[in-house]
């Protein structure tokens, strides 16, 4: 229930567990080759010599083109490798080297590194597989508690975006907020610190950590709801505190933690609610420029979204959407560039930040570059933060351009839905590019994004008392494409449903594209568009011409990276949203890509995405030359009917206030759709048994599987009512299947029941 774990269910892992601490592999994770399942290990290093990067290592990455030592392979997480076996006259030949089932249905957003023939990599909630790279055979595996604790105000979904290794160690931030230090020769627990602060907010951490320097960095989310985002920084031998930055400033009536918050507080309204938090969570887009000894990181969206309750006098709002420098030993702040400021329209400063050295005008100079949220590609110097360009890459409405001279964004006032009239805004809270990696080809000097089209209708509405772990926007949010459909919109929202206005906007028709872009040149140099919005998966470009990308629609696609001529796509019938890898072991190269769909908050499947016909059986797939043929997931049987529902013998008014309830709490996961990621309660027997009803909601019945108790936010009559609207959705569904109808989860939006 609401946007959270709540409701994100995936298989338990139990037998998992106990097998892991145990060293071994759990059954059904046993991987499969195209011929056989090779019973014996092989990999380069041995046990006690696993895992070891250093800062030489890493810097001297290129003579080790077989190797991927960070998620984006180097220090610059550039996503490129060297390697060329695999190119664009071999790539026809390209087949299926082996796969690891892990037995989870979420989101799998991860980019494995693979060092001395082992393959690290997260996985759902803050699992942790390594494994040998040349067989898939299982080395350990580490699962980490999973108590659910603030579970309720997550966002989005319970992924995890990778590991960091160094030093023989293995770094993994859990859903939950613990940062573990594993060791890599066998998983071991070496260390584990408790990274979040303030319990009963909704804190979670679901990107990768950070190696800079002496310490391992990382953040958190939650800045749609109400916690106040921070980053921290732990010794990398004993998990001990070395510092922690706050990126919004707190209580006015308390000291500032340092002269940072101090020069934030004054671009806030000191009179605002500071038990809304402030967001600006730094929940992923983190780099470390080791040549100047800084941390790089990005900022989310302020909290609430609507600045007229965030911060009623106005103001930037430091540090939401920025970027934001700080020296790795202390913390201390060096540098920001806010990209957005006092920020609206949920445009996150997270998205994927790469670091190299661009020759701009005849001079070699080390830039910090992203594809942000906001839909401006902007280059800084890495030193000094100056803003050396932002350009469009995308459609976008909300700004006419950046000024380079002030860097400040020329805004469109036609966007500001402060003023009470309703708006339509260029992107929407999806991005012009989200999470989803990037790669900047040494070989082309372009950098492929993986971007989406797509807008948003905006208005203000009243905002709710703050309630813990509860999203509070403060605004209606609607896809621009439902502005087609003026008859599913509330009255107010009229104004921009009218044809004559939509056509002074970009098209509301929402699509995705692969773009290569020339960040010294400041243009697209060419696209390929895919099957569906929602299809921006993750990229890597390499030394062999190519550039490879995964699809929701389960493709896994390879490119010329000079033209985007499509060179080869192999169907797997997996979702794939994460940046493919590459190394190479005993001179044969070898792509790898987690596979399975989830994150963004959405409760039931996009057109487009595979899962709703296959499924969502999470799978690390691996790819080589001559490979065989890739196994495809069965098609999914047929959705058996909704059950008769129990008799409804709740009062109206019972039904109407279960309806609000479970707008609030637990319709951003429950769909009640068919083939939703997330159980269709209209099926469920439990809304017959109010028992067993309450034992789930109340009682946490249900933990294991990811749905936590809300006995401290829900009281036992308003869990009732909620079953009460429960069972009259489920009457209403069942009564339109009887009549040869079942609505769809659009219409069920448009009813409220969602």
């Known amino acids: 229930m609401s946007r959270s774990v709540a409701a994100h269910y995936f298989l338990p892992l139990t037998a998992t567990l106990l097998l892991a601490a145990c060293g071994k592999a759990p059954e059904g994770d046993a991987p499969a080759s195209a011929e056989s399942t090779p019973a014996e290990v092989a990999t380069t290093a041995s046990p006690d010599n696993r895992g070891r990067i250093d800062a030489q290592r890493l810097q001297a990455v290129a003579t080790e083109p077989g190797a991927w030592l960070t998620t984006g392979r180097d220090g610059g997480k550039t996503h490129y490798s060297p390697l060329d076996q695999i190119n664009r006259d071999t790539a026809d030949r390209i087949g299926f080297a082996w796969e690891l089932k892990t037995g989870t249905n979420r989101g799998m957003q991860a980019t494995p590194i693979v060092v001395d023939g082992v393959m690290y990599t997260s996985g759902v909630a803050g699992r942790v597989y390594a494994l040998d790279a040349k067989t898939g055979a299982t080395l350990w595996q580490f699962e980490p508690p999973l108590e659910l604790r603030n579970a309720r105000g997550s966002c989005c979904d319970i992924v995890n975006r990778g590991v960091a290794v160094w030093q023989g160690k293995?770094?993994?931030?859990?859903?939950?907020?613990?940062?573990?230090?594993?060791?890599?020769?066998?998983g071991k627990v070496l260390w584990q610190t408790d990274t979040i602060v303030e319990e009963h907010r909704a804190y979670s951490v679901t990107g990768a950590p950070l190696i800079a320097g002496k310490v391992v960095v990382i953040g958190n989310g939650g800045a749609e709801f109400d916690s106040r985002g921070y980053v921290s920084a732990y010794d990398l031998d004993t998990g001990a505190l070395a510092w922690r930055f706050y990126t919004v400033p707190g209580d006015p009536s308390k000291p500032y933690e340092n002269p940072a918050m101090e020069m934030a507080a004054k671009t806030w309204d000191p009179a605002r609610d500071v038990t809304r938090g402030g967001g600006g969570n730094a929940w992923d887009g983190f780099a470390y420029d080791a040549d100047n000894n800084l941390v790089i990181f990005g900022t989310a969206n302020g909290a609430p979204w609507n600045p007229a309750y965030r911060s009623p006098a106005g103001g930037d709002n430091l540090f939401i959407a920025s970027l934001v420098a700080l020296k790795a030993d202390t913390g201390e702040y060096v540098w920001h560039y806010q990209q957005t400021p006092g920020e609206m329209w949920d445009y996150d400063a997270t998205p994927h930040i790469m670091l190299a050295t661009l020759d701009l005008h005849g001079t070699p100079r080390k830039v910090v570059m992203q594809a942000s949220k906001n839909g401006f590609f902007y280059v800084l110097d890495s030193?000094?933060?100056?803003?050396?360009?932002?350009?469009?890459?995308?459609?976008?409405?909300w700004a006419t351009g950046v000024d380079l001279t002030t860097g400040r964004p020329i805004l469109n006032p036609e966007t500001d839905y402060t003023t009470g009239k309703p708006v339509v805004a260029f992107p929407?809270?999806?991005?012009?590019?989200?999470?989803?990696?990037?790669?900047?080809?040494q070989r082309t000097g372009l950098v492929y994004i993986p971007t989406a089209h797509s807008g948003m209708?905006?208005?203000?509405?009243?905002?709710?008392?703050?309630?813990?772990?509860?999203?509070?926007?403060?605004?209606?949010?609607?896809?621009?494409?439902?502005?087609?459909?003026?008859?599913?919109?509330?009255?107010?929202?009229?104004?921009?449903?009218?044809?004559e206005f939509l056509k002074t906007q970009p098209s509301v028709v929402p699509s995705a594209a692969l773009k290569a872009w020339d960040p010294v040149a400041r243009k697209v140099v060419w696209e390929f568009q895919n099957s569906s919005f929602m299809d921006h998966g993750g990229v890597l470009s390499t030394g062999g011409g190519i550039v490879v990308?995964?699809?929701?629609?389960?493709?896994?696609?390879?490119?010329?990276?000079?033209?985007?001529?499509?060179?080869?796509?192999?169907?797997?019938?997996?979702?794939?949203?994460?940046?493919?890898?590459?190394?190479?072991?005993?001179?044969?190269?070898?792509?790898?890509?987690?596979?399975?769909?989830?994150?963004?908050?959405w409760n039931f499947w996009m057109p487009g995405n595979v899962a709703a016909e296959r499924g969502n059986d999470n799978r690390i797939l691996?790819?080589?030359?001559?490979?065989?043929?890739?196994?495809?997931?069965?098609?999914?049987?047929?959705?058996p009917p909704i059950p008769q529902p129990p008799e409804n013998t709740a009062s109206a008014e019972d039904i109407a206030a279960g309806a609000a309830l479970f707008g609030a709490n637990c319709a951003s996961c429950h769909a009640n759709a068919e083939r939703a990621p997330v159980p269709d309660l209209r099926r469920s027997p439990m809304i017959g048994a109010p028992e067993s009803f309450a034992a789930v909601v109340l009682s946490g019945a249900l933990q294991t599987r990811g749905m936590p108790s809300w006995a401290d936010l829900l009281s036992a009559d308003e869990v009732e009512k909620i079953r009460a609207h429960v069972i009259d959705v489920a009457r209403s569904a069942y009564e339109q299947q009887a009549a040869g109808s079942a609505p769809s989860p659009e219409s069920a939006i448009r009813e409220g029941h969602l």
């Not at 709710?464 to 609607?478: D, F, I, Y």
């Not at 691996?622 to 959705?639: E, W, Y």
Request: proline share 10%.
């Open 383 to 397: 030193a000094s933060g100056t803003l050396l360009a932002a350009d469009a890459f995308v459609d976008v409405n």
């Open 170 to 186: 293995v770094y993994v931030g859990s859903f939950e907020g613990i940062l573990y230090a594993l060791d890599a020769a066998d």
């Open 428 to 441: 929407s809270g999806v991005g012009g590019h989200n999470f989803n990696p990037m790669s900047l080809s």
């Open 457 to 499: 209708g905006l208005l203000t509405t009243p905002i709710p008392e703050r309630a813990p772990e509860r999203m509070a926007t403060g605004l209606q949010v609607a896809f621009a494409a439902a502005l087609l459909t003026p008859e599913a919109m509330p009255p107010e929202m009229a104004p921009i449903t009218d044809p």
């Open 549 to 601: 990308q995964g699809g929701i629609d389960g493709m896994f696609r390879v490119f010329n990276d000079e033209t985007g001529a499509l060179i080869k796509e192999i169907e797997t019938g997996s979702p794939l949203i994460a940046a493919p890898m590459t190394y190479m072991i005993d001179g044969v190269q070898y792509i790898a890509i987690l596979a399975g769909s989830g994150g963004g908050g």
């Open 622 to 639: 691996v790819f080589r030359l001559d490979g065989g043929a890739t196994p495809v997931p069965p098609l999914l049987p047929p959705v």
